[in-house]
Every structure is written in structure tokens, then in C-alpha cells.
T-cell receptor, first 110, second 115 residues
Framework: AQRVTQPEKLLSVFKGAPVELKCNYS??????LFWYVQYSRQRLQLLLR??SRESIKGFTADLNKGETSFHLKKPFAQEEDSAMYYC????????????FGTGTKLQVIP | EAGVAQSPRYKIIEKRQSVAFWCNPI?????LYWYQQILGQGPKLLIQ????????DSQLPKDRFSAERLKGVDSTLKIQPAKLEDSAVYLC?????????????FGEGSRLTVL
């Protein structure tokens, strides 16, 4: 079974402070990890995926297979980063089943 | 490119009534997902279609929920009879790829309130 855990329901940081949203996963195979974001009054959308090793809007995430983690980081938070963030996992073979975590609300304080 | 369309956006019903939600995925996307998102929780997969076939419905409460995807395009999710605990946002998503690292594209969701 595949499982995603996001331990923090709410993370409040000041503008300009570093951000780290935690994500741990459980999966017996080789997973693909994603971060999705939902801004206020907008639909859920992909932020980044680990396989691309990209930085989107200043956010990065590194897959740590030893710790089974995929934490999302940004060195300097901006007010526009305030949103719900969901970590997601999909299996690497067969049909794509995507499992989401419970989400962390990021609140950036001006 | 048009996004995933869902309707209705909002629905209020009384318990034991029935409700149906409709989803039209992005053109050409073979995989369609229905997720249930209860307030304060993450999206939970109810059913996944590949074209017009079901590939995963393990978490669909089949005594009251049903879904179909005729002709492999748009899809309908039905709840009959509804319970209070069915109050949630029902999200439809679609993806191009069958497996691997395909991105999910979500609709705006249908918010259901059961009184």
C-alpha cells in the first residue's frame, strides 16, 4: 500500500523566512513524488515533480529514499506562497494511482 | 487548452436523496479520476478509469456510489442514497499518461452538502 504523511496541518512563517513543508511516504517499490498546490479560489495544480529536479517559483524538493521523505523547501517565503500544499505519490509501473497526503496550509505573514 | 470541466459547482441535498456529478476531462486524456475531499483532509481516490474501463475502485463505497465513463470521454459520479458523511468536495482529474510521471489536471470540484 502507498501512503503519504504530512505532519503539519498549518505552517506559519514570516515573509522572507525559509520554508520547509514536510512529507514522508511509505511505498514498497520505486515511487514518483509530486507536490501539488491549491491557491485560494483556484483549482489544485501541480507545483513540481521529483523526477524533473526543477525549481518552480523558488521551491525545490529532494527525494531522500533513505528517510523516505520529499520535503518542499524555499529559502525566502513570499506572501503569494500562502496556499494549501499537498504531497503526492504515484507508483512507477502499471496504471498510475496517485495518493495524496492530508495537506499543509502555508501562511506567510507580512 | 480547455481545462477539466465539472458540474454542478455546488449542491445541497437532504440525506437519503440522490445526486449526480458530471465531469468532462481534457480532450485526449485517457485516464480519469474521481477524488473525494472531506474538509481538512487530502483528496481520496474513489475511482479511476482508463478510457471507459475501471482500473481502481477499491475505495468506492459501492453500496451507494456508482460511476461510469461512457465512450471513454466524460464521466458521471452518482450517490444514492446520500449520507451526512458524504458532505465533501468531489474532484475530477484527468491525465494523459497511463503510468509513470504524468501530471494530473483537476477540475474546480463539486461541493456537496448533505443535510
Amino acid at each position: 500500500a502507498q501512503r503519504v504523511t504530512q505532519p503539519e496541518k498549518l505552517l506559519s512563517v514570516f515573509k522572507g523566512a525559509p520554508v520547509e513543508l514536510k512529507c514522508n511516504y511509505s511505498y514498497s517499490g520505486s515511487p514518483e513524488l509530486f507536490w501539488y498546490v491549491q491557491y485560494s479560489r483556484q483549482r489544485l495544480q501541480l507545483l513540481l515533480r521529483h523526477i524533473s529536479r526543477e525549481s518552480i517559483k523558488g521551491f525545490t524538493a529532494d527525494l531522500n529514499k533513505g528517510e523516505t521523505s520529499f520535503h518542499l523547501k524555499k529559502p525566502f517565503a513570499q506572501e503569494e506562497d500562502s496556499a494549501m500544499y499537498y504531497c503526492a505519490l504515484t507508483n512507477s509501473g502499471g496504471y498510475q494511482k496517485v495518493t495524496f497526503g492530508t495537506g499543509t496550509k502555508l501562511q506567510v505573514i507580512p | 487548452e480547455a481545462g477539466v470541466a465539472q458540474s454542478p459547482r455546488y449542491k445541497i441535498i437532504e440525506k437519503r436523496q440522490s445526486v449526480a456529478f458530471w465531469c468532462n476531462p481534457i480532450s485526449g486524456h485517457a485516464t480519469l479520476y474521481w477524488y473525494q475531499q472531506i474538509l481538512g483532509q487530502g483528496p481520496k481516490l474513489l475511482i479511476q478509469f482508463q478510457n471507459n474501463g475501471v482500473v481502481d475502485d477499491s475505495q468506492l463505497p459501492k453500496d451507494r456510489f456508482s460511476a461510469e465513463r461512457l465512450k471513454g470521454v466524460d464521466s458521471t459520479l452518482k450517490i444514492q442514497p446520500a449520507k451526512l458523511e458524504d458532505s465533501a468536495v468531489y474532484l475530477c482529474a484527468s491525465s494523459l499518461r497511463l503510468a509513470g510521471t504524468g501530471e494530473l489536471f483537476f477540475g474546480e470540484g463539486s461541493r456537496l452538502t448533505v443535510l
